[in-house]
């Protein structure tokens, strides 16, 4: 059975990983609340919310885990050329509400969205205190691309990304690999698999195995 938070648990009151659900794959507690200590005792646990409008925040350990490795991006040659021709800058945290605000707006495959206004709020917070950044792309000094999420050691949890350009998410993410050495990130987590972080150079890694990296990192 799922486990209930109360938003009156301690913060670091999660079950063990073991206890995620089959079905939903990854599933691992309900409640609680998106306030700061919550939200980084369980990033530093492999765990994050990921929830729709009128459910309660559900919290996800999922094994097999996606992860990219710096070392195992692909730069195909679509982007290569997209990166050399189409004029764009590359820049860290200089508008990161705005890079939120553009993943939770609807998309044309994806009319809703799960990033609430809670969530974004809660995002900000992380963001003012430190912990969450946004790696974006501009051209002509307007924001067209952008990843954001949660850096904690050597590990940036990844969250969304989005494009009003084409390539300019892959764009955003190959700027963050390229400075990883720079930022100390040895590991993206990218969470759930999917056929666009796949083609990017994303694989499963074993949630046994990706908890052992999260420990010392």
């Not at 730069?75 to 004029?87: F, N």
Request: aromatic residues 10%.
């Amino acid at each position: 059975m799922i486990t209930w938070l109360s938003p009156d648990d301690p913060p670091e009151r999660f079950p063990p990983h073991e206890a995620a659900l089959r079905d939903p794959p990854g599933l691992l507690a309900a409640g609680g609340d998106l306030k700061f200590e919550r939200l980084v005792a369980a990033y530093e646990r492999g765990i994050f919310p990921w929830y729709s409008p009128g459910q309660p925040v559900l919290w996800w350990s999922p094994d097999p885990r996606e992860v990219l490795l710096p070392r195992e991006f692909h730069r195909s040659r679509r982007l290569e050329q997209t990166l050399r021709t189409r004029g764009f800058q590359w820049l860290a945290n200089r508008d990161f509400a705005g890079v939120v605000a553009a993943c939770a707006a609807p998309r044309a495959r994806s009319p809703g969205t799960w990033i609430t206004p809670e969530m974004a709020a809660a995002y900000c917070d992380l963001h003012q205190r430190g912990l969450a950044h946004s790696y974006e792309v501009w051209r002509a000094e307007r924001l067209v691309g952008g990843v954001y999420g949660v850096r904690l050691g050597r590990v940036f949890f990844g969250e969304s990304m989005f494009s009003r350009e084409p390539d300019a998410s892959k764009a955003a993410l190959a700027g963050l690999v390229e400075h990883c050495g720079a930022l100390g990130i040895d590991l993206i987590d990218c969470q759930l698999p999917s056929a666009h972080l796949r083609s990017l150079g994303s694989r499963a890694m074993p949630r046994r195995q990706f908890l052992r990296f999260l420990q010392p990192a």
